[in-house]
């Protein structure tokens, strides 16, 4: 998934909303890092707004408790950052370790 993904970063979450249908998680202004930016532009990540397509009903584990870090995949897509995965940050895992 990493490198079919437009970007990758490791970020917090400062709040999710839900939005026509689809989750919108808002990203915490100061903790984030870009992993890969892929053709996004450095003024693309500062107000960072990503959406889940037709998540507002949808069950997702990962985001109960938003506190800490997430690392989260995704593509550019009609001018909207799209959320392709998304998983909690584990810095025990060799994994995640690999990434950075």
Known sequence: QLC???????????????????????????KKKVLKAGKLKR????????????????????????????LIMGRKVDNRLLLTAIYKWDKRSKEMKHVV
């Open 4 to 30: 079919a993904s437009d970007f990758v970063l490791k970020m917090r979450i400062k709040e999710m909303k839900i939005e026509n249908g689809d989750r919108k998680l808002i990203a915490a202004q100061k």
């Open 43 to 70: 003024k693309e990540f500062r107000k960072l707004i990503l959406y889940i397509k037709n998540a507002a009903n949808c069950p997702c584990p990962q985001l109960d408790n938003l506190s800490g870090n997430f």
